[in-house]
RNA sequence: GCUGGCGUAGCUCAAUCGGUAGAGCAGCUGACUUGUAAUCAGCAGGUUGGAGGUUCGAGUCCCCUCGCCAGCUCCA
């Protein structure tokens, strides 16, 4: 007999060999019914018997059938349970494998992980091509394998050669499956012991845990199909990666694709489009054109943040956009940034030739367009001497970039070739490193707060290959941001190799409507571009020292935070943030009067207002403003002419009635005011 | 940069086997004089992303190129 102990703290005997699915069955026939795995915790103790779970003292989530062993505290899993739900996602890239290899015969299997909201599986096709077309068919044959409810059966690898569960494993997609063999070997070269899958006739090689039986996997669904590559190495064999979701249950699986398609419809490109905000030439790739309604949008940001970096005593550069080239073999971006930088290329007239046009003309001093503003702002630090009591010293610049970007990388407002970065640079003594960054952090916190973001992620990235600076400059600055995020106690986790080439940095992260991540705020400590620019400031003591140099951004791209905000809100702003915050409409003709007098008081009290004068149905317009998202309508007809008023109606609330245009003025105060 | 997919009117999309490029919305003009999410009618709108090729004939087939989309890689 054998004694386990249940989340709740008590403990039930079981007979010895037993499972979790029979402890399941022990504790009810309900649970018993709903189990899908279980999680296991071993106590360190003894090492003999079944090597797994895993790790000893650490909790594992196994399958239903394997068998427990005295003192092991168990929990068993259901649909409820967020570790269930990966491990019925995981379950379903078996199942989908196993459909794949039955329409494609010579495909070739490789890894096929859990992701955030769903799973993929990469495979090679040596011939022909899988497309999105061939779903339909892919589902059917996945839906009869579900339907057939093969149970997920465990075999641990003991004599490979004599093994017949691997025999079948090898032969499953043809015999000579180089991906798996290389797998095999990597598990085997940590002395692990291989373990394989198998439901109906299909083996895989896995670490595990599974549902019960394939009918658990009725609720899947094919998202998507793109290229990989093996090991994510575009010198290694081109992968073609298929990506599903499973749920549990139909009205989960159909609640989540109808989540993907309302942020379908958040998209910052459409709507951008729709609202008349920006648009992008294909003469000008990468490079967004701002309309008056998303001007007025960017104004607002940048404005905002001006405000926000005065309180704290920045102090706003505008430095030159092209600057020499030589100045960044200085910085050191010409060795480690030069893939990502436009340089200036002459072309002049030869004379002798009738005006033919010479390409390529080499200058005297090269010119390079700035894709960072910090050179300029350490010229600026540079240009005249510098007390300890300057410091710290905050330089900021609404600093416009530029970088070149891979073809295929561009992405909307997301990822540009030309930007406008919120930056500054902190000038420090190495005392004030910690100061500094906690009130960056604080300072960061507030203003995703104020645009209701809430949803950021924080990263500490560290020393990258290509880089500046010695192993002792980099080992003090990656600690120095580590102590100051320990103090600040926020949550982070670690980006190992991520930092920028001169100085380890904190990054935050948002997400878009379709949860893709995209960096922000930066938080990066240099200890080597002052250095390189023979920076220095006269001490207490008299003698020269180097400052420590912060580069920071909040926003990070203005045009990227835009994006954020257009994706966030589905455009539907708040009041503080509208292009146009107001729309007059008149009801008829007879009133075009009127309404223009009623936009004039608005726009008298800075209200962003427009007024409709087309000669539509006030339905018509309404429901263009509407469409617009535009907050407020204010329609004026015979009555509101004859009273003085205008009849209000706002966007999220409705009709609000008659009122007079200093009522309405005073209802909307607060909401006209962001808060700073 | 790589893999796959897609480029037709301002937008969303049609066009059968290679055989006269079309619709809705938006735009313009006119009529209606309108009361809270689409009034009616008419007009105009195109080098089918660009450049080559095959063909009697190309939106459609082939090659090149540019852009866009998804993902990989990279990054704010």
Known sequence: MLEVTLPDGSSRTLPEGASAADLAA?????LAKAAVAARVRRPA????????PDSDGEAAVVDLSRPLRGGDEVAILTRRDAEALDVLRHSAAHLMADAILRLFPQAQLTIGPVVEDGFYYDIHLPEGALTPDDFPAIEAEMGRIAGRAHPFERCEVR???ADEAFARYRAIDGGHNRFKAELVGEIEGRGEGLTLYRHGDFVDLCRGPHVPHTGWL?????????GAYWRADAERERLVRVYGTAFFSKADLEEHLRRIEEARKRDHRVLGERLDLFHFEEDAPGFPFFHPRGNVLFTLLIDSMRRLLGRRGY??????VILSESLWHTSGHYENYLENMFFTKLKLRDEGDSGAVRDNVDEQRPLAVKPMNCPGHLLVYRSRARSHNDLPLRFSEMGLVHRRELSGVRHGLFRVQAFTQDDAHHFCTPEQIGGEIGLLIEFFREVYALF?????????????????GSDAIWERAEASLESALEESGIEYQLNPGDGAFYGPKIDFHIRDALKRSWQCGTIQLDFSMPERFGLH???????RHTPVMIHRACYGSVERFMGILIEHFAARFPLWLAPVQVLVIP?????VEYARSVHEKLLDAELRAEVNLKDDRVGYKIREASLQKIPYAAVVGGREAEAGTLNVRSRDAGELGEMTARDFLERIAEERSPGL
């Open 26 to 30: 022990e504790i009810g026939p309900g």
């Open 45 to 52: 103790r003894d090492t003999e018997g079944t090597a797994a």
């Open 159 to 161: 004599e490979r050669d």
């Open 218 to 226: 009725k609720h899947t669904r094919l998202t998507s199909v793109s």
């Open 315 to 320: 102090h706003e550069l505008r430095t030159p």
């Open 452 to 468: 209701e973001l809430d949803d950021v992620r924080v990263e500490l990235s560290t020393r990258p290959e290509k880089s500046i």
């Open 537 to 543: 400031y006269i001490g207490a003591d008299g003698q």
């Open 587 to 591: 009801v008829s003709a007879k009133h």
